[in-house]
């Protein structure tokens, strides 16, 4: 039998195990995937162990059970959840509702795809019968004599045995974006001028637009306008501005950054609001900013509207989805080849 964590202790390793950048981060550390985790560990259902595991004994699983830690006690279980006993105790980790979150959202949708889980292809998903086992390189990130360095380096060396370049990449991105250093953020615009900006995950997101997203989705790209959250300033190239109709003053209420796409037959103006808390592109903002452009003389129709985050899976994107304006777009520093839109245009999916 593996030696054990308790169910809070290994809740507590997850993050380490699981930064942001990764897919469905919130199932992966959530308390639900910590006690998927621990029965796991405790009826020895583990690559090459003794048991597989379904989500029976893990919505069965009491405080009391739990607490009895010798190998009999966890065996008894293990042995009990094969036929219709019960565990020991009444203090229940979870109803026999949670069956289909934990066998769904924990184990198929997230522990698997990580790499953290293997599921027997023999047995079917909605099949009543065990299937799931740790993979023996993610069991050993919870051995309780791993800590420290120790730790850190085995957690280093599971990650890229077991997780796809992509997801890699997307984790190293976004460690990148947000950390928050002394030195200052130097930025490299399209025409080869620099500026430095306060450090910062604004600051990091802004040089990720400018450097990155701006030359990957326009033709031509300028920057106009750029804001530094740190010292509430906004640097504005009027001269740029009035070039192509625009007439702003840098004391208006302006975007983060503003980008003009020349490659077109009509310049694209493009408003980006960096979003490292909160202040995305709501419909508020998007209507004041049109009124704004049209009060600068610019044609409406060629105005694109879009906020920058750090990663989808953090908290600043799924706490300001929902306040998101149709008709804006939505970039990933983590993921920066793709673009989210938000559409109402009736369109044949496929």
Same mark, same amino acid.
């Given at each position: #039998?593996?030696?054990?964590?308790?169910?809070?202790?290994?809740?507590?390793?997850?993050?380490?195990?699981?930064?942001?950048?990764?897919?469905?981060?919130?199932?992966?550390?959530?308390?639900?995937?910590?006690?998927?985790?621990?029965?796991?560990?405790?009826?020895?259902? !583990?690559?090459?162990?003794?048991?597989?595991?379904?989500?029976?004994?893990?919505?069965?699983?009491?405080?009391?059970?739990?607490?009895?830690?010798? $190998?009999?006690?966890?065996?008894?279980?293990?042995?009990? #959840?094969?036929?219709?006993?019960?565990?020991? $105790?009444?203090? /229940?980790?979870?109803?026999?509702?949670? &069956?289909?979150?934990?066998?769904?959202?924990?184990?198929?949708?997230?522990?698997?795809?990580?790499?953290? =889980?293997?599921?027997?292809?023999? =047995?079917?998903?909605?099949?009543?019968?065990?299937?799931?086992?740790?993979?023996?390189?993610?069991?050993?990130?919870?051995?309780?004599?791993?800590?420290?360095?120790?730790?850190?380096?085995?957690?280093?060396?599971?990650?890229?045995?077991?997780?796809?370049?992509? +997801?890699?990449?997307?984790?190293?991105?976004?460690?990148?974006?947000?950390?928050? $250093?002394?030195?200052?953020?130097?930025?490299?615009?399209?025409?080869?001028?620099?500026? &430095? #900006?306060?450090? $910062?995950?604004?600051?990091?997101?802004?040089?990720?637009?400018?450097?990155?997203?701006?030359? &990957?989705?326009?033709?031509?790209?300028? !920057?106009?306008?750029?804001?530094?959250?740190?010292?509430?300033?906004? +640097?504005?190239?009027? %001269?740029?501005?009035?070039?192509?109709?625009?007439? =702003?003053?840098?004391?208006?209420?302006?975007?983060?950054?503003?980008?003009?796409?020349?490659?077109?037959?009509?310049?694209?103006?493009?408003?980006?609001?960096?979003?490292?808390?909160?202040?995305?592109?709501?419909?508020?903002? #998007?209507?004041?900013?049109?009124?704004? !452009?049209?009060?600068?003389?610019?044609?409406?129709?060629?105005?694109?509207?879009?906020?920058?985050?750090?990663?989808?899976?953090?908290?600043?994107?799924?706490?300001?989805?929902?306040?998101?304006?149709?008709?804006?777009? %939505?970039?990933?520093?983590?993921?920066?080849?793709?673009?989210?839109?938000?559409?109402?245009?009736? /369109?044949?999916?496929?």
């Amino acid at each position: #039998m593996p030696d054990l964590l308790t169910r809070d202790q290994i809740r507590t390793r997850l993050p380490e195990i699981f930064p942001n950048g990764i897919p469905r981060r919130t199932y992966a550390i959530s308390p639900a995937a910590a006690a998927t985790i621990f029965v796991a560990l405790y009826i020895n259902a !583990v690559e090459g162990g003794t048991e597989v595991l379904q989500p029976k004994p893990i919505y069965r699983m009491t405080e009391e059970q739990a607490a009895l830690t010798s $190998g009999k006690d966890r065996e008894a279980f293990a042995k009990a #959840m094969r036929g219709r006993g019960q565990a020991v $105790g009444t203090t /229940r980790w979870y109803q026999d509702n949670s &069956r289909e979150t934990i066998r769904d959202d924990v184990l198929r949708e997230t522990l698997v795809p990580l790499g953290a =889980v293997i599921a027997d292809p023999n =047995v079917t998903i909605t099949a009543n019968k065990p299937r799931y086992v740790l993979s023996s390189g993610f069991a050993a990130l919870f051995d309780p004599s791993l800590e420290g360095e120790a730790l850190a380096a085995a957690i280093t060396a599971w990650r890229s045995s077991a997780l796809s370049p992509g +997801t890699l990449a997307r984790i190293a991105l976004t460690l990148q974006g947000a950390t928050t $250093g002394n030195d200052d953020v130097l930025i490299t615009f399209p025409n080869g001028e620099t500026r &430095r #900006m306060r450090p $910062g995950p604004s600051a990091n997101i802004t040089k990720a637009i400018i450097e990155d997203f701006a030359p &990957r989705f326009l033709a031509q790209p300028v !920057v106009i306008a750029t804001s530094d959250s740190a010292e509430k300033v906004t +640097t504005l190239d009027e %001269a740029r501005a009035k070039a192509i109709g625009l007439n =702003v003053k840098a004391d208006q209420n302006l975007p983060d950054i503003i980008l003009v796409d020349l490659g077109p037959a009509d310049p694209l103006l493009v408003f980006v609001e960096v979003v490292a808390t909160d202040g995305p592109v709501s419909e508020r903002r #998007m209507e004041a900013l049109r009124q704004l !452009v049209a009060e600068a003389g610019f044609p409406p129709a060629h105005v694109a509207f879009v906020t920058a985050y750090l990663d989808r899976s953090a908290a600043p994107f799924r706490s300001t989805i929902g306040t998101l304006a149709w008709g804006s777009y %939505a970039w990933f520093m983590s993921e920066p080849e793709g673009l989210l839109e938000l559409t109402k245009t009736r /369109r044949t999916i496929g």
